[in-house]
């Protein structure tokens, strides 16, 4: 059995991220770590940006980069390594979605962000309205529930959407404008009800 390829002893942002793509594929740990540390936060912001809970957001990450390792040795390196992360990480957050539809306990909430420029209130309200938003695509459908969760959190573009799901362009662009009208309609009536 052949040995892993082994990166030379360079600092982190000095070995190029195919050689640690090649390397990590090969099953050397080390430069996998170094790309677990390299794209952390970037999947971090996406998995939290969707799931609005950190703990489940940490959660979201330890899976997507297990399915990373799995999956690199069959990581085409024709796309930018970046793109394909962000698809893994979409396919997690779906997962956890599916597993999982989110509760909202008022014990659990975050606190808004303190900010010494911004109003408080302002800040209150805009905290506020994206967990409005969080709660809505969390009640829609499942079929829209995960396109629109890999568009808006995973930021994929129509292209790679319908690639992650397998489907035809065209039905990811239809389900795409089903659930923002479904959303406009369900933040609307929450707005109304709020307001009466």
Known sequence: MSQPERLPQEGPDE???GQLVRASAAGDQDAFRQLVERYRRLVLHVAFRSMGDMSLAEDVTQEAFIKVYRGLPKYRPE???VHWLRRV???AVLDELRRRRPVVSLDGMEQPPASS???????TDQHGVQQAVRDAIAGLPPRYREIITLQV???LTYEEIA???????GTVMWRLNMAKRLLRK????????ESA
């Open 79 to 81: 796309k930018p390594f």
């Open 153 to 155: 959190f995973g930021e």
């Open 89 to 91: 990480v979409g396919n």
């Open 117 to 123: 420029e911004e109003d408080p209130q302002d800040v």
């Open 15 to 17: 070995v190029d991220e």
């Open 186 to 193: 369900q933040l609307q009536s929450t707005e109304d009800a």
């Open 163 to 169: 690639r992650t799901l397998k489907m035809p362009l």
